[in-house]
């Protein structure tokens, strides 16, 4: 069983918002209710531009026909969002006493380690640099697609199905005309980073123009406002971005998902094989064993598998070099650690580099000053006044922006001619105290069972 979980302030958030439904349900009808900020618009795209070096590692998508690699310089002026300290270009790190020193030999481009659980930032490397995601991509994938599908639904795969899979992609081994469970697919998806598995699971999901529409809408409700997606599976493509900051955010958002943290955190499966006939002609199929592609959760000959880790996902295309986001529990503490492209070309450095941040980050933790935080979606972070307003009741939910007030009016600040401004004002109370409370549940619901997770695989 967990261990219990310590008071924390934002526990008492949650006691507060309860405190102000009370009060609200008993104020005068002339309280107007407050409106949220405007959000903040999506920055434009930004198209890499220098010319690809790096190639890619057995098994990944090459995408030699999209985008040039991005430049080696971060720009000059990057987005705020999370804190001021998380756009300036550079390492950014407050030591105070007792804190050890960062790790040497940091060669990523950009890189940020952040507590998983309060969301502080506890240093970073231009974090909101806009990159080539690579299949770290697949995070906002599946936090997208996953709650949209039981497990247990089954799909016989139609040729058109696995159309348009780049040339070099990494690939599970989807067959035609057989059929796969979702859970099937989904093992295929993190443990072999398979586009064909992405392919399929957005055929089901409306196609795969639908699917990219629904991510960049979801980036949007999880203010990961430097993310443009272009192909669902990561595969390189002229205007795909994201940065460090929000990769950070789709693992934080789809480990509050049961499903989601099973299926980063197995090591290996059994994927359903091709069906033959034996010499009677019966049909028979079997199975193949599948391993897990993160070198930091299966091992490698030159990595061991690092203590505590739980997932997230990795990715390597010739344009985004190599990228990772993990997640790792030690002491009840629970850190989140993303790492893009490092110069430095040794085998498995990213997860080298990743194991190293993640050594610092334990150390460190309670023993540094945050340098920005990790944002809550817009569905938590910015309560609605809008009379039915309809908001998450749990993270990551939305999938298409929050529900704010879109015309920046308040609501309850008249009554109508017919005395029914009483009624509008209680359910825009009712509707903001709603909100308040999904936010006190997305700041409740931060706490996953990591833990138990971890101790189980031990």
Same mark, same amino acid.
């Given at each position: 069983?967990p261990?219990p979980m310590?008071?924390?302030?934002?526990?008492?958030?949650?006691?507060?918002?309860?405190t102000?439904? $009370?009060?609200?349900?008993?104020?005068?009808v002339?309280?107007?209710?407050p409106?949220? +900020?405007?959000? $903040?618009?999506?920055p434009?795209s930004?198209?890499?531009?220098?010319?690809?070096?790096?190639?890619?590692?057995?098994? #990944?998508?090459?995408?030699a026909s999209?985008?040039?690699?991005?430049?080696?310089?971060?720009?000059?002026?990057?987005?705020?969002?999370?804190?001021t300290?998380?756009?300036?270009a550079?390492?950014?790190?407050?030591?105070?006493?007792?804190a050890?020193?960062?790790p040497?030999d940091?060669?990523a481009?950009?890189?940020i380690v952040?507590d998983?659980?309060?969301?502080?930032?506890?240093?970073?490397?231009?974090?909101?640099?806009?990159?080539?995601?690579?299949?770290?991509?697949?995070m906002?994938? #599946?936090?997208?697609?996953?709650p @949209?599908?039981?497990?247990?639904?089954?799909?016989?795969v139609?040729?058109?199905?696995?159309?348009?899979i780049?040339? %070099?992609?990494?690939?599970? %081994?989807?067959?035609e005309?057989?059929?796969?469970?979702?859970h099937?697919l989904?093992?295929?998806? *993190?443990?072999r980073?398979?586009?064909?598995?992405?392919?399929?699971?957005?055929?089901?999901?409306? %196609?795969? $123009?639908?699917?990219?529409?629904?991510?960049?809408?979801?980036?949007d409700?999880?203010?990961?406002?430097?993310?443009?997606?272009?192909?669902?599976?990561?595969?390189?493509?002229p205007?795909?971005?994201?940065?460090?900051?929000?990769?950070?955010?789709?693992?934080?958002?789809?480990? /509050?998902?049961?499903? *989601?943290?099973?299926?980063?955190?197995t090591?290996?499966?059994k994927?359903?094989?091709?069906?033959?006939?034996?010499?009677?002609?019966?049909?028979?199929?079997?199975?193949?064993?599948? /391993?897990n592609?993160? @070198?930091?959760?299966?091992?490698?000959y030159d990595?061991?598998?690092?203590?505590?880790?739980?997932?997230?996902?990795?990715?390597?295309?010739?344009?985004?070099?190599?990228? *990772?986001?993990?997640?790792?529990?030690?002491n009840?503490?629970?850190?989140?650690?993303?790492v893009?492209?490092?110069?430095k070309s040794?085998?498995?450095?990213?997860?080298?580099?990743?194991?190293?941040?993640?050594d610092?980050g334990?150390?460190?933790?309670?023993?540094?000053t945050?340098?920005?935080?990790?944002?809550?979606?817009r569905?938590?972070?910015?309560p609605?006044?809008?009379?039915?307003?309809?908001?998450?009741s749990?993270?990551g939910a939305? /999938?298409?922006? %929050?529900?704010?007030?879109?015309?920046?009016?308040?609501?309850?600040?008249?009554?109508?001619?017919d005395?029914?401004?009483?009624?509008w004002i209680a359910?825009?109370?009712?509707?903001?105290l709603?909100?308040?409370?999904?936010?006190?549940?997305w700041?409740?619901?931060?706490?996953? +069972?990591l833990p138990?997770?971890?101790r @189980?695989? @031990?």
């Amino acid at each position: 069983m967990p261990a219990p979980m310590k008071p924390t302030v934002r526990r008492s958030l949650l006691v507060t918002s309860a405190t102000l439904a $009370a009060l609200a349900l008993t104020a005068p009808v002339s309280l107007a209710v407050p409106i949220p +900020p405007p959000a $903040a618009p999506r920055p434009p795209s930004a198209s890499p531009s220098a010319s690809a070096s790096a190639s890619p590692s057995a098994g #990944a998508s090459k995408g030699a026909s999209a985008s040039a690699s991005p430049s080696v310089t971060p720009p000059a002026k990057m987005s705020t969002v999370g804190g001021t300290r998380l756009g300036q270009a550079g390492t950014q790190v407050t030591i105070a006493g007792g804190a050890p020193v960062l790790p040497k030999d940091l060669t990523a481009r950009s890189w940020i380690v952040a507590d998983a659980e309060s969301g502080d930032v506890l240093a970073a490397h231009n974090a909101h640099w806009r990159l080539p995601p690579a299949s770290t991509l697949k995070m906002l994938f #599946a936090d997208t697609v996953l709650p @949209r599908f039981p497990r247990t639904t089954a799909h016989k795969v139609d040729p058109k199905d696995l159309a348009g899979i780049g040339a %070099g992609s990494s690939l599970v %081994g989807i067959k035609e005309g057989e059929t796969y469970t979702v859970h099937d697919l989904w093992l295929g998806v *993190f443990l072999r980073s398979g586009n064909d598995a992405v392919h399929v699971l957005s055929a089901m999901n409306g %196609g795969v $123009a639908a699917t990219v529409a629904q991510m960049n809408a979801h980036a949007d409700e999880l203010q990961a406002l430097d993310t443009d997606v272009v192909s669902p599976d990561g595969y390189d493509a002229p205007g795909q971005v994201s940065s460090a900051y929000d990769l950070t955010l789709f693992a934080r958002s789809g480990l /509050q998902k049961k499903d *989601f943290r099973e299926y980063c955190s197995t090591v290996s499966a059994k994927f359903p094989g091709a069906t033959t006939k034996n010499k009677k002609g019966k049909p028979s199929r079997g199975t193949f064993e599948i /391993q897990n592609t993160n @070198r930091l959760l299966s091992g490698d000959y030159d990595i061991s598998q690092y203590p505590g880790i739980a997932g997230v996902k990795n990715g390597n295309t010739t344009n985004a070099g190599a990228t *990772f986001t993990g997640v790792a529990e030690r002491n009840g503490k629970v850190l989140l650690v993303t790492v893009m492209n490092p110069e430095k070309s040794d085998h498995n450095e990213v997860y080298k580099e990743t194991a190293a941040l993640f050594d610092w980050g334990f150390q460190a933790a309670g023993k540094v000053t945050p340098v920005g935080e990790l944002v809550a979606p817009r569905d938590a972070a910015q309560p609605s006044a809008q009379p039915g307003a309809n908001p998450s009741s749990s993270a990551g939910a939305g /999938q298409a922006g %929050g529900a704010g007030n879109a015309s920046g009016k308040p609501v309850a600040g008249a009554v109508a001619d017919d005395g029914s401004g009483g009624m509008w004002i209680a359910l825009a109370i009712t509707g903001g105290l709603l909100v308040l409370l999904a936010g006190g549940a997305w700041l409740v619901n931060r706490r996953w +069972p990591l833990p138990d997770l971890v101790r @189980r695989r @031990r």
